[in-house]
């Protein structure tokens, strides 16, 4: 899967990455297999994951610190062991997955957009993520949101998240590379757009739910995808309820 900057306006399909962890419905969880396996049949571009560590050091693709709203437990992840993580059993037979069942079940189908949500800068974790990265053939068209304590180590080796702020900054950086970047926000205006077309910058626009005040969703999102759209913008983050605005 390559990834280059966008063209200019073009008619061809958008690009979608499907926010948290897949097609994201009544009978499908945030960061579900099934969720995943919907994106996959939907043809989405990419998946975006919430990436966790438990106590026993296994990576795994949790959106939240604990599994309160989950599966009802107040436990941090951090403090439960994979094989206790496992066992838990949600809404619709819900569970866990490990970052790896993840990529296995994305190679050759997704890319992958990893939220780390990991804290601090521990390189032999990243190592390990990088591994099995280029394990499932992942490596070279991965994204990530990334953490200020991971950014050193992270750039150059998987494409980060910026604001056009912080890619004006970066761009004077000496080891500084358009394939390290990529522009990800939720406001992108047609300027902004031409800015990071012309340094080869690729482009994300993101529409979210959780951006949004409870009864104006539907409304904001439409408003929100028609101004990306008219920026230029063609790969878009997005929840899965919000599909149809691409589909027009």
């Known amino acids: 899967m390559q990834l280059s900057a966008q063209s200019g306006p073009s008619t061809k399909p958008n690009l979608l990455i499907a926010h948290r962890g897949g097609i994201v419905d009544s ?51 951090s403090s439960m062991t994979w094989e206790a993580i496992g ?26 957009m990893i939220d780390n ?6 390189t032999a974790v990243w190592t390990r993520l990088i591994t099995l990265l280029k394990k499932y053939d992942l490596y070279k068209s991965a994204l990530m949101i990334g953490t200020d304590e991971s950014t050193a180590y992270f750039t150059g080796k998987i494409r980060l998240s910026c604001t056009r702020q912080q890619l004006e ?22 300027e902004d757009y031409e800015w990071a077309h012309r340094r080869n910058i690729l482009v994300v626009g993101v529409i979210n739910a959780w951006a949004f005040q409870p009864g104006e969703s539907v409304s904001k999102a439409e408003e929100q995808a ?6 230029g913008v063609q790969c878009f983050q997005i929840d899965s309820q919000y599909e149809s605005l691409f589909q027009k």
């Open 117 to 122: 949500k990991l804290d601090g800068n521990d």
């Open 27 to 77: 009978t499908a969880g945030q960061n579900s297999l099934k969720a995943l396996t919907k994106a996959i049949a939907k043809g989405y571009w990419m998946v975006e994951v919430d990436l966790r560590m438990t106590k026993d050091s296994v990576l795994i693709t949790h959106h939240d610190k604990n599994f309160r709203q989950s599966f009802g437990l107040d436990s941090a992840v």
């Open 226 to 231: 028609t101004t990306l759209k008219a920026a």
């Open 169 to 190: 900054t970066n761009i004077n950086r000496p080891d500084y590379k358009a394939s390290n970047y990529y522009l990800f926000s939720d406001k992108i205006s047609r």
């Open 87 to 112: 066992k838990l059993r949600g809404v619709n037979g819900y569970r866990v997955q490990r970052f790896e069942d993840v990529l296995a079940h994305c190679k050759g189908k997704l890319g992958v």
